[in-house]
Antibody, heavy 116, light 106 residues
Framework: EVQLVESGGDLVQPGGSLRLSCAAS????????MSWVRQAPGKGLELVAN????????HYLESVKGRFTISRDNAKTSLYLQMNSLRAEDTSIYYC?????????WGRGTMVTVSS | DIQLTQSPSTLSASVGDRVTIACRAS??????LAWYQQKSGKAPKLLIS???ILGSGVPSRFSASGSVTEFTLTISSLQPDDFATYYC?????????FGQGTKLEI
């Protein structure tokens, strides 16, 4: 079964850091771009970051550039999102997503809350 | 950035109705458009890719069409399970963006 399972979401203070992880299984991880998509409470969807199969090409949402870093470990079939200098507006559910034919596989998401 | 505008934002309908949701891009995205369904408290699910290709396991009552800047998603006969929020998304050039969503309600 194709599966993506996120972890690492938490309550963190403004200015703090958090690292999200996504464990992938059931497919050949090394052949897919991977992404993080977020959704603020009651709001729409927003692509946060993309990474290519080898980890060499990355793209970021403008508002997270310089603060967030996407990475992957193909040996562990895992995707990561390092989030620094967190702001209240980063509060969202963060989904790990496979980029196949469009965004074809989604995890259940992990909640990040930035609040004092 | 390419903007996607969905209409309507909210759609009231009944079981058995035929409904259409529109998505307009601010510039040409050729056919690099996807549609997603999201039920409350769940992750989005891919319905359509490349403007008109039905996703794996998606019922045939869903169809989509369009190109360049104008796209539509149609549900031919609404079922109770179809009441959800629908998003379009382009993947033509970075940054990929989503429409604001259309909530389909009874």
């Amino acid at each position: 079964e194709v599966q993506l399972v996120e972890s690492g979401g938490d309550l963190v203070q403004p200015g703090g850091s958090l690292r999200l992880s996504c464990a992938a299984s059931g497919f050949t991880f090394t052949t897919y771009w991977m992404s993080w998509v977020r959704q603020a409470p009651g709001k729409g969807l927003e692509l946060v970051a993309n990474i290519d199969q080898h980890g060499s090409e990355k793209h970021y949402l403008e508002s997270v550039k310089g603060r967030f870093t996407i990475s992957r470990d193909n040996a562990k079939t895992s995707l990561y999102l390092q989030m620094n200098s967190l702001r209240a507006e980063d509060t969202s559910i963060y989904y790990c997503v496979r980029r196949g034919e469009a965004f074809d596989v989604w995890g259940r998401g992990t909640m990040v809350t930035v609040s004092s | 950035d390419i903007q996607l505008t969905q209409s309507p934002s909210t759609l009231s309908a009944s079981v058995g109705d035929r409904v259409t949701i529109a998505c307009r891009a601010s510039e040409s995205i050729i056919n690099w458009l996807a549609w997603y369904q999201q039920k409350s408290g769940k992750a989005p699910k891919l319905l359509i890719s490349k403007a008109s290709i039905l996703g794996s396991g998606v019922p045939s009552r869903f169809s989509a069409s369009g190109s360049v800047t104008e796209f539509t998603l149609t549900i031919s006969s609404l079922q109770p399970d179809d009441f959800a929020t629908y998003y379009c998304q382009h993947y033509y050039t970075y940054p990929y963006t989503f429409g604001q969503g259309t909530k389909l309600e009874i």
